[in-house]
């Protein structure tokens, strides 16, 4: 079975689940009519399932190759690029005087989907482009914007983020790239960074690269960083291109998986730059970027797992392997599907790739919400939904990855059949901006500030949902509830925590425990909204009797604290 875009299963989250509408009668999104959201899914669809799915397997057999200091990407890559780029695809959300179509996030995010979950390796490249226009959008000076911002709304320029060195990764202030002011308003960049995604192609145009560097009179630490835009090529006044800038793709790293996206270590010597935003105020502007790129990433896990999902369940419809139950009436097809065990593994997969997917949305429709009515408690709402939506999006990839490979059986381990790829692709996405513990510290720490009050929030709104089904739907509503009052105990724990590492212990799992009881109210909310009666019923009474139970295990962790932690000492660990 190919690929297959889920354009419906997006039109159902947005219109019954996650709130769209509201997002669609503000002032300025009014544009995103239920008529131009489904011409525009429906479009990206199309170019996902049949210009950049058959290109998969290229970016896994053919990978991204340093040549002569140029970088040449996988076979078909330039012209799936370009598809996306001429259709305007990449200005979905960007602002119009530049030459976006101003349309939702929301939409974005579901593109996004659909396109990693078709070719994730090259579906890194827009979603750093994305990233850069908004962090452009909101930091840069009038005459940057103007210059940049167009080229790389159009595609014809694309977007890099360079933090990481090899003594910084997660410890951004680490780091020791240097800028020196040249006189004249540039600066001179020096240093090296690395794990540099699409540092370098062959798709033509510009690579502009936004760089983390210190200033001469930089204080220590993240406080003193500030960040720059060095561009491949110096572009002149009228944008087109100038002279080479002193830059260079060292090496591309050897990577498990994504072989088709080059992750570059690059090198700075001298090269000419220009302040984005303040002076030591790097962080800010980057972190403009990252918050975009953490729901990105959280969506990639999301489609890698569609992607993964669709391949095992066309396997486990064709392959015959021994006798079911089912053998001999009707329904029955003869191939793996019909045995339970396969079948209770696809039903996961399934299940877990609507929560997520139903997460990101909601995320997604709350920084909507967030930009175009000014509500702080929308900002709040994203703000708490963002480290959930990267991690369980990612570990949602993973996990699904992994049991398509199982649903393949022997099979799974052979190359071939390409169930492999989808594992080591995804398994990344865990790591990157901000590994998903960092993601779970940011939650119960930083998220909770506010004495929990963005959380408690959400979990009156889920309660509330959940108490008005009881009764009618009571085999969902019922164990919906009990586990949102679990959550809700989990989170005074955590809120009573002074010392933020006990809640740091646990903030794995209650992340985790959280986005379980979120994937609960969503399948309950999709439940409703047919009344009991369909596939999504069905689907939402598998979640919530087979996997909601997590819940009461991972919040059970959660609460533990640190002490026995540090009850054990190295030797032990070592022993």
């Not at 190759?65 to 598809?83: H, I, P, Q």
């Not at 349309?103 to 996004?112: D, K, R, S, V």
């Not at 995320?363 to 703000?383: F, Q």
């Not at 994937?519 to 939402?540: I, N, Q, V």
Request: overall charge negative; proline content about 4%; glycine content about 12%.
């Amino acid at each position: 079975m190919p690929f297959r875009a889920p354009v419906t299963e997006f039109t159902f989250l947005l219109d019954k689940v996650v709130g769209f509408k509201h997002v669609a009668e503000t002032e300025i999104f009014s544009e995103a009519t239920p008529d131009t959201v489904e011409a525009i899914l429906t479009e990206i669809g199309r170019l996902s399932q049949d210009v950049w799915a058959p290109l998969q397997r290229n970016g896994d057999t053919d990978p991204a190759k340093l040549e002569n200091g140029a970088v040449r990407t996988s076979k078909g890559f330039v012209d799936g690029f370009r598809a996306l780029a001429d259709g305007g695809w990449l200005g979905l959300s960007a602002p119009e005087e530049f030459g976006g179509m101003a349309l939702p996030g929301t939409l974005t995010a579901a593109m996004n989907d659909m396109l990693a979950a078709s070719c994730l390796s090259l579906g890194l490249n827009p979603l750093l482009t994305q990233g850069q226009i908004e962090a452009l959008e909101h930091h840069a000076s009038p005459e940057i914007q103007a210059l940049y911002l167009p080229k790389l709304i159009s595609g014809e320029w694309t977007g890099t983020m360079n933090l990481t060195e090899p003594q910084a990764g997660s410890d951004v202030g680490a780091l020791r790239s240097t800028a020196k002011p040249n006189g004249d308003g540039t600066y001179a960049v020096s240093g090296q960074k690395i794990y540099i995604s699409w540092g370098d192609h062959d798709f033509g145009g510009n690579v502009c690269h936004l760089v983390l560097a210190r200033l001469p009179d930089a204080a220590p630490g993240t406080k003193g960083i500030s960040l720059f835009m060095v561009p491949k090529y110096l572009p002149n006044e009228d944008g087109s291109l100038g002279d080479a800038n002193s830059l260079r793709v060292v090496s591309l790293e050897h990577k498990m998986g994504l072989h088709g996206s080059p992750t570059a270590v690059m090198e700075y010597d001298g090269a000419k730059g220009w302040l984005i935003g303040e002076e030591h105020k790097g962080m800010a502007a980057m972190f403009t970027m990252m918050n975009n790129a953490r729901l990105g990433v959280g969506i990639q896990g999301i489609g890698a797992a569609e992607g993964a999902y669709q391949h095992a369940l066309a396997f486990a419809l064709d392959r015959k392997q021994g006798r079911t139950v089912l053998e001999g009436k009707p329904g029955a097809t003869g191939a793996i599907v019909d045995h339970a065990d396969v079948r209770r593994m696809l039903a996961t997969m399934r299940a877990d790739v609507f929560a997520s997917r139903a997460i990101a949305l909601s995320c997604a429709v709350a920084i909507d919400l967030a930009k175009a009515t000014g509500s702080a408690e929308w900002k709040a709402r994203a703000a708490v939904l963002t480290p959930i939506a990267k991690a369980f999006g990612t570990e949602t990839g993973m996990r699904v990855a992994e049991l398509g490979v199982q649903v393949h059986g022997g099979m799974g381990f052979i190359e071939e059949t390409g169930a492999a790829q989808y594992y080591r692709d995804v398994r990344v996405t865990a790591i990157y901006e901000g590994t998903n513990g960092i993601q779970a510290m940011d939650l119960v720490a930083r998220k909770m500030m506010d004495g929990g009050e963005a959380v408690y929030a959400l979990i009156e709104e889920m309660h509330t949902v959940a108490e008005a089904a009881r009764g009618q739907y009571d085999t969902l509503a019922e164990p919906l509830w009990q586990a949102v009052e679990t959550l809700r105990e989990a989170t005074e724990w955590m809120v009573s925590q002074s010392d933020l590492n006990e809640r740091f212990a646990g903030s794995v799992p209650y992340l985790m425990g959280f986005a379980r009881v979120l994937g609960g109210y969503f399948h309950l909310k999709a439940a409703l909204a047919e009344e009991g009666e369909g596939p999504r019923s069905r689907l939402a009474g598998f979640y919530i009797s087979r996997l909601l139970p997590e819940h009461v295990g991972l919040l059970a962790h959660a609460t533990v604290g640190a002490e026995d932690l540090y009850a054990m000492s190295v030797e032990d660990l070592s022993a």
